[in-house]
């Protein structure tokens, strides 16, 4: 159920504020692709702008190309709503849903959605997705407890069954990690080598070693200068970026001689 | 101060870091308060001042030994501290005076006139004594029930329009702007103006208990409004964000995400609405009216009400005047509870919808 994306000259604007120019790349299926680059690069912008969440925020727009499956995800009839249910996304700082339990949270995509479906049925999703998300064993005997009640490194897990819950084609990761200890980031890219056999996975993070590790193919993205748009500077297998980078600002930044 | 004085403080010749001063012992603040206190009731005495006098002087005595000798013992910080959380419990004193008294004066008054009658019968045909409430009691609960039925759904959906859809919109703050002059409408005005439009269309000199309602309401709206918008801005944009990830659409995750995790706030917002407009009296007096019997219809005819009830009470309680008096203290008294357990079940309420967080 993995899909590939094909990105063309994506600019992102907020406003008149071109943040991100021209990002041309594609996005191979059943893969772990990273991306990588200083604050502020517009990482986290651009993994925004594959499942439309970047308009959400008010003046927010983009001028270019995204295509998954064929289909251009900016084209005049694309309903927003259809395109996140295809592309589920992973916030940085957890964010289960307070009012509901663990048992909820999980099957929020679907209720929200006021799909009706039999109980045997949402305990199998429960299940299913929770197993996926390394989460199951933890919580089986509590899923009736609030989805808070739960450490951050667990909740986090929860919002990623949560996201794969509702089985979509591509799944977005926005520094997963950076709010957890090393033991919970473990446990996270562990799973993200398991999530790879079903889906496509993009994921934005500040640590290199991480991007190294569960990565297939990495992006850098920089700044040209302070206050100019983040742009694309290489894109290459993980491999490649971190024995050889083409150009010599990725080595620069991956050996800690940025700048 | 930037010297320190000679004290256990300055011993630092061995080389010890000066962490120790001298403290007053922990009953002094007390002990001056009633040094204070003696002072006072001792000018009293001889003087023959009154209690506010003796009070006055009292906080003054406390509020100038205290610091002093703190001053000497213990360095200007602690001095200045001491200074100032007298003044806190000080001007605590003050704000606390006017409520104690309020209720001590409804309930020494009020209390020996509430029976089963008093609540339970109404006022036809009574002179002098007996008689009772039960008429103006069914009529504020019916009035304010008509009133929170109106109010809530406007003043929610308005607030729901103003954060969720708003965005900065022209009408969103033209909404804001009038949700602000509303706030400020004098009670008068609102039943005036609820009286002008019942009288386009049931002629002049009517009278009705939804009229009063449609007069509450006006009150109603902006504090429903501005409670509402509040809570819902509390709730995280990250929720919002979760939910659209999952591909849920936006009037989804306004009803079952933002809504819910706000619930507890907004429904205590609108119990204490209901309380403040619970005792309006102007308003009421215009177009509800006022009437010795039962009327459970809201729709036809005058209709008691407390406030209005212990107005009229106080202002032409008959004669002797004796007897319409204490009902009137007595229907203070039953109002104040009424807007107190309305409070004290808003708490409730919004400790059961509260998102639980459950470690």
């Keep these: ?259 | 101060m930037t010297t320190v004085k000679e004290g256990p403080a300055r011993q630092s010749g061995n080389g010890t870091i000066p962490v120790v001063r001298p403290q007053l012992p922990r009953w002094a603040p007390l002990l001056v308060a009633g040094w204070a206190l003696a002072v006072a009731v001792l000018l009293m005495i001889f003087l023959g001042w009154g209690l506010v006098g003796t009070g006055a002087t009292a906080g003054l005595v406390y509020l100038v030994a205290l610091p002093l000798w703190s001053s000497a013992v213990e360095g200007g910080r602690k001095a200045k501290d001491r200074f100032a959380t007298g003044l806190m419990w000080l001007a605590f004193v003050v704000a606390m005076l006017p409520l104690v008294t309020l209720v001590w004066q409804v309930l020494s008054n009020g209390l020996p006139v509430i029976s089963g009658q008093f609540l339970t019968y109404n006022m036809r045909n009574v002179v002098g004594e007996g008689g009772g409430i039960y008429h103006a009691i069914m009529g504020t609960v019916i009035i304010t029930l008509w009133a929170t039925l109106i109010s809530v759904p406007v003043g929610v959906l308005a607030a729901i329009y103003l954060v969720e859809y708003g965005e900065e919109k022209k009408l969103a703050r033209a909404v804001t702007f009038l949700v602000d002059v509303m706030t400020g409408i004098p009670s008068i005005v609102a039943g005036l103006f609820a009286y002008a439009l019942f009288v386009i269309f049931f002629g002049p000199g009517v009278r009705m208990g939804f009229g009063g309602s449609v007069a509450l309401s006006v009150l109603m709206i902006p504090i429903v409004v501005r409670a509402t918008e509040e809570m819902l801005k509390l709730v995280p944009n990250e929720l919002r964000e979760a939910s659209y990830a999952l591909g849920v659409p936006k009037w989804r995750t306004v009803t079952k995400v933002v809504l819910p995790t706000a619930m507890a706030g907004i429904i205590t917002g609108v119990m204490l609405a209901v309380a403040r407009v619970a005792g309006e009296t102007a308003p009421l007096l215009i177009i509800a009216g006022d009437t010795d019997s039962d009327n459970f219809n809201a729709f036809a005819e005058r209709m008691a009400t407390l406030p209005v009830f212990i107005y009229y009470s106080y202002t032409q309680p008959g004669v002797p005047p004796e007897f319409g008096q204490a009902r009137a203290w007595g229907a203070a008294l039953v109002l104040i509870t009424i807007v107190m357990l309305l409070n004290l079940t808003a708490r409730a309420v919004s400790k059961y919808f509260a998102p639980k967080t459950g470690r």
Excluded at chain 1, 46 to 71: C, T, Y
Excluded at chain 1, 216 to 241: C, R
């Design chain 1, 1 to 259: 159920m993995a899909k590939s994306i094909d990105i063309s000259d994506l600019d992102i604007y907020y406003g008149d504020f071109l943040a991100v120019e021209g990002v041309s790349l594609t996005i191979r299926a059943r893969s772990v692709t990273a991306f990588i680059g200083p604050s502020g690069c517009g990482k986290s912008t651009f993994l925004r702008s594959l499942n439309r969440m970047h308009e959400v925020i008010p003046g927010a727009w983009v001028d270019g190309k995204v295509v998954i499956d064929g289909q251009e995800l900016y084209g005049p009839n694309v309903d927003p709503v259809e395109v996140r249910r295809q592309i589920g996304m992973v916030f940085q700082r957890p964010n289960p849903f307070p009012t509901m339990s663990i048992y909820d949270n999980v099957l929020a995509g679907n209720r929200l959605n006021s799909k009706r479906m039999k109980k045997a049925e949402a305990d199998g999703i429960v299940e299913r997705s929770l197993r996926g998300a390394n989460l199951w064993t933890e919580v089986k005997d509590r899923l009736t407890k609030p989805g808070a009640s739960l450490s951050g490194g667990q909740q986090q897990r929860l919002c990623i069954a949560r996201a794969i819950a509702v089985e979509p084609q591509v799944l977005l990761m926005d520094e997963p990690c950076s709010a957890l200890d090393p033991i919970s980031t473990a446990a996270i890219e562990d799973l993200i080598h398991d999530l790879k056999q079903d889906y496509t996975i993009v994921i934005v993070t500040h640590n290199m070693q991480q991007a190294a590790r569960v990565s297939d193919e990495t992006g850098f993205f920089n700044l040209k200068a302070a206050g100019q748009p983040g742009h694309l500077v290489e894109f290459n297998s993980t491999e490649k970026m971190f024995a050889g980078p083409d150009n010599p600002a990725t080595e620069d930044y991956i050996s800690g001689r940025f700048g």
